[in-house]
């Protein structure tokens, strides 16, 4: 079964930084686009940012210069790398990927969630 697994959340305070770790696991061909996306309490789910398999990243305006997602192929795995956080940060961040599990055939997978709570 392919799946992926997120880490990495929690509570800091304005200001602080975290670390999500997104790993896909499972018989996987390979990885093609990669992101995270967050919803916050009463809102719709929102794209954070997302990185090609070129390595092409796209970022929300909001995160712009405080987030920065990354990839490891070796390891299946999507990072996002949150410095400067703000309270309006705050929400259940969601991993999503395409995979590709055989010569024809993809999925689009998505994580569990993690919460992360910034505190003013």
């Known amino acids: 079964q392919v799946q992926l697994v997120e880490s990495g959340g929690g509570l800091v305070q304005a200001g602080g930084s975290l670390r999500l770790s997104c790993a896909a696991s499972?018989?996987?061909?390979?990885?093609?686009?990669m992101g995270w996306y967050r919803q916050a309490p009463g809102k719709q789910r929102e794209l954070v940012a997302v990185?090609?398999?070129?390595?092409?990243?796209n970022y929300a305006d909001s995160v712009k210069g405080r987030f920065t997602i990354s990839r490891d192929n070796a390891k299946n795995t999507v990072y996002l790398q949150m410095n400067s956080l703000k309270s309006e940060d705050t929400g259940v961040y969601y991993c999503?990927?395409?995979?590709?599990?055989?010569?024809?055939?993809?999925?689009?997978?998505w994580g569990q969630g993690t919460l992360v709570t910034v505190s003013s």
């Open positions: 990185i090609f398999i070129g390595a092409n990243t």
């Open positions: 999503n990927a395409d995979v590709l599990i055989t010569s024809y055939r993809s999925l689009t997978l």
């Open positions: 499972g018989s996987i061909r390979a990885i093609n686009t």
